[in-house]
């Protein structure tokens, strides 16, 4: 049989008590949970818009990636025919002029329409190599967040026959 004394019964509470508090966290332990917290928040979300951008970016170089192949698919398609007779020559660059209003194609949602401009070049090589060969090259200059990127593509190209 257990026998208990006064001063065990007024001190029981109090150990009790005691041993509560010592369970709890404390006021730092809260304040690096919260941190810990905030920063791991705000890594995903920095983490997110950055993603987005990254998108958004890669949507605007594909789109003026294929305007600059449609021109270079124009000027592949032009006719050059340097052995006939009248010598026919639509591969040069007036015929490809430079239009700054080209509209990137990408969804639209009210204004933020988006566009680029070509610049074809077409450089003569036969003063170079000896024989008929021209060298196309398109640049698609366009914007993203106040920068501007250029896309470019070059070919070459030799006669019709």
Same mark, same amino acid.
């Given at each position: 049989?257990?026998?208990?004394?006064?001063?065990?019964?007024?001190t029981?509470p109090? *150990?009790?008590g005691?041993? %509560?508090?010592?369970?709890?966290?404390?006021?730092? &332990?809260?304040?690096? !949970?919260?941190?810990? +917290? #905030?920063?791991?928040?705000?890594?995903?979300?920095?983490?997110?818009?950055?993603?987005?951008?990254?998108?958004?970016?890669?949507?605007?170089?594909?789109?003026?990636?294929?305007?600059?192949?449609?021109?270079?698919?124009?000027? *592949?398609?032009?006719?050059? %025919?340097?052995?006939?007779?009248?010598?026919?020559? &639509?591969?040069?660059? !007036?015929?490809?002029? +430079? #239009?700054?209003?080209?509209?990137?194609?990408?969804?639209?949602?009210?204004?933020?329409?988006?566009?680029?401009?070509n610049?074809?070049?077409?450089?003569?090589?036969?003063?170079?190599?000896?024989?008929?060969?021209?060298?196309? *090259?398109?640049?698609?200059?366009?914007?993203?967040?106040?920068?501007?990127?250029?896309?470019?593509?070059a070919?070459?190209?030799?006669?019709?026959?």
């Amino acid at each position: 049989m257990k026998v208990t004394t006064a001063s065990q019964l007024s001190t029981g509470p109090l *150990r009790r008590g005691c041993l %509560r508090s010592q369970r709890a966290f404390t006021l730092a &332990e809260v304040a690096v !949970a919260m941190s810990v +917290t #905030v920063m791991s928040m705000a890594g995903v979300i920095a983490g997110y818009i950055f993603a987005t951008r990254q998108a958004e970016w890669s949507a605007f170089s594909l789109a003026a990636q294929a305007l600059a192949t449609q021109r270079m698919e124009q000027a *592949r398609a032009a006719l050059w %025919r340097p052995g006939n007779y009248p010598v026919v020559d &639509e591969l040069v660059p !007036a015929n490809f002029p +430079t #239009v700054p209003t080209n509209r990137l194609d990408m969804p639209v949602s009210g204004t933020n329409i988006a566009y680029a401009t070509n610049f074809t070049t077409i450089t003569d090589l036969k003063p170079v190599v000896g024989y008929p060969l021209k060298m196309i *090259r398109v640049d698609c200059v366009w914007s993203f967040r106040q920068r501007a990127y250029t896309n470019t593509i070059a070919s070459y190209r030799a006669p019709d026959r």
